[in-house]
């Protein structure tokens, strides 16, 4: 009833001895004798009496106790039990603070330092960014499901394989980084979409690579003396990945060792090692080449600004008319070593930057066969070169 409210002023509730009094519609002021005072709602819902706390007093006021008491009332007036009420909406917020896309955000951020140049030149959020956060980015991720999983990547899933399994890969690794924030999420959703997209059509396209046989007649023909071309030559005669050696700069040479930091480092999760390369007297002779063209220190500067891009070398074996890409020489190179030398696996594998074996095992392998390396580029730089009249 409208007259039995408000009986309590700001004054009295301030002023009130220890003991607990009304100020109507169920609202109660509980006062200690330590002082302490605490807002109480009392209610009857199904012949059962409750008492609902609304906060310490004064850090919430008489005014703000009236309207939560009122907001409350207005619950148990629908049936339900405001205390259960209030439990369900708080975990519901709390659902809602962990967004998928927030979660990814931080997961990535946990794994920058696995990645190259910590994630900066890579494509690790990429997959996520375009094809997974645009449709489920605003979800809590305790609510996603195989079906919304199935629903955002079944565009992709034939169409562009590779770019729907990396995306799957990440959003697995999503819903990991939740479960060990302590989120109730499911960790077999990934799995559970995978059964419900079927299998990929589309089979993973190599890059493709040029047999080794052809490698020294390319070599040979790359003689304009370009900053792609000596880009190419290095590239073919180190056998590492493109961001390194269009990254290589005066500071990393030593002699006729070039040391790559491990940040520009693909693929060697487990070591935080540099990784250094021998270098072939051929090799040398094109970076003394390329010294005449650095920029910054950069040996392979691009057209204006930093260094050139992914794409030139590429285009410029398109240009020639050939399906073989600049990736594929790391192939070449690999099976050169299996079929016309007996480098031994390890020797092998290193020598194009891959970290081989087990925690335990790289623990006990201390060297990085940097001497037998040596001998087998020196091997293959004079293979490329033969005949050559430079």
Request: one cysteine or more; aromatic letters at 6%; a positive charge.
């Given at each position: 009833?409208?007259?039995?409210?408000?009986?309590?002023?700001?004054?009295?509730?301030?002023?009130?001895?220890?003991?607990?009094?009304?100020?109507?519609?169920?609202?109660?002021?509980?006062?200690?004798?330590?002082?302490?005072?605490?807002?109480?709602?009392?209610?009857?819902?199904?012949?059962?009496?409750?008492?609902?706390?609304?906060?310490?007093?004064?850090?919430?006021?008489?005014?703000?106790?009236?309207?939560?008491?009122?907001?409350?009332?207005?619950?148990?007036?629908?049936?339900?039990?405001?205390?259960?009420?209030?439990?369900?909406?708080?975990?519901?917020?709390?659902?809602?603070?962990?967004?998928?896309?927030?979660?990814?955000?931080?997961?990535?951020?946990?794994?920058?330092?696995?990645?190259?140049?910590?994630?900066?030149?890579?494509?690790?959020?990429?997959?996520?960014?375009?094809?997974?956060?645009?449709?489920?980015?605003?979800?809590?991720?305790?609510?996603?499901?195989?079906?919304?999983?199935?629903?955002?990547?079944?565009?992709?899933?034939?169409?562009?394989?590779?770019?729907?399994?990396k995306a799957m890969?990440?959003?697995?690794?999503?819903?990991?980084?939740?479960?060990?924030?302590?989120?109730?999420?499911?960790?077999?959703?990934?799995?559970?979409?995978?059964?419900?997209?079927?299998?990929?059509?589309?089979?993973?396209?190599?890059?493709?690579?040029?047999?080794?046989?052809?490698?020294?007649?390319?070599?040979?023909?790359?003689?304009?003396?370009?900053?792609?071309?000596?880009?190419?030559?290095?590239?073919?005669?180190?056998?590492?990945?493109?961001?390194?050696?269009?990254?290589i700069h005066e500071?990393?040479?030593?002699?006729?060792?070039?040391?790559?930091?491990?940040?520009?480092?693909?693929g060697r999760v487990?070591?935080?090692?540099?990784?250094?390369?021998?270098?072939?007297?051929?090799?040398?002779?094109?970076?003394?080449?390329?010294?005449?063209?650095?920029?910054?220190?950069?040996?392979?500067?691009?057209?204006?600004?930093?260094?050139?891009?992914?794409?030139?070398?590429?285009?410029?074996?398109?240009?020639?008319?050939?399906?073989?890409?600049?990736?594929?020489?790391?192939?070449?190179?690999?099976?050169?070593?299996?079929?016309?030398?007996?480098?031994?696996?390890?020797?092998?594998?290193?020598?194009?930057?891959?970290?081989?074996?087990?925690?335990?095992?790289?623990?006990?392998?201390?060297?990085?066969?940097?001497?037998?390396?040596?001998?087998?580029?020196?091997?293959?730089?004079?293979?490329?070169?033969?005949?050559?009249?430079?």
């Amino acid at each position: 009833m409208k007259h039995a409210l408000h009986r309590l002023t700001a004054t009295k509730a301030k002023s009130a001895d220890a003991g607990k009094y009304s100020d109507g519609g169920g609202l109660w002021l509980y006062k200690r004798r330590d002082g302490g005072a605490q807002w109480v709602l009392r209610y009857t819902l199904f012949g059962r009496r409750h008492e609902m706390g609304l906060g310490r007093f004064p850090d919430v006021s008489l005014k703000e106790a009236r309207e939560e008491a009122e907001k409350w009332r207005a619950v148990v007036r629908q049936g339900k039990d405001a205390i259960k009420e209030r439990e369900r909406q708080r975990r519901e917020a709390e659902r809602n603070m962990h967004l998928l896309r927030d979660i990814a955000a931080d997961a990535f951020e946990s794994r920058k330092a696995e990645l190259k140049a910590d994630g900066k030149a890579g494509r690790w959020f990429t997959p996520l960014e375009l094809h997974v956060l645009p449709k489920l980015g605003g979800m809590p991720i305790a609510e996603i499901d195989q079906r919304d999983i199935r629903d955002t990547l079944a565009p992709i899933w034939h169409a562009k394989a590779d770019t729907a399994r990396k995306a799957m890969n990440r959003l697995n690794i999503c819903l990991r980084h939740a479960a060990a924030l302590g989120l109730d999420v499911d960790l077999q959703a990934t799995d559970k979409a995978k059964a419900l997209l079927g299998k990929q059509r589309h089979t993973v396209q190599h890059v493709p690579s040029m047999a080794w046989q052809d490698v020294p007649a390319f070599y040979q023909s790359l003689s304009g003396g370009s900053v792609t071309e000596l880009a190419l030559r290095l590239l073919i005669l180190t056998a590492v990945r493109s961001y390194p050696l269009r990254h290589i700069h005066e500071d990393q040479i030593d002699g006729d060792v070039w040391t790559i930091p491990a940040t520009s480092m693909k693929g060697r999760v487990g070591t935080t090692s540099d990784f250094r390369v021998p270098l072939s007297d051929e090799a040398v002779r094109v970076i003394d080449e390329a010294r005449k063209l650095s920029r910054g220190g950069y040996l392979f500067p691009g057209v204006r600004t930093g260094v050139i891009s992914d794409m030139t070398m590429s285009a410029f074996m398109k240009r020639r008319g050939l399906e073989a890409r600049p990736h594929g020489f790391r192939s070449s190179f690999r099976d050169w070593c299996a079929e016309a030398t007996n480098t031994p696996r390890e020797v092998a594998e290193t020598s194009l930057g891959h970290v081989s074996g087990g925690a335990v095992e790289r623990a006990y392998r201390r060297t990085d066969y940097l001497e037998q390396r040596r001998a087998l580029m020196e091997s293959w730089g004079e293979l490329v070169c033969k005949n050559s009249h430079r």
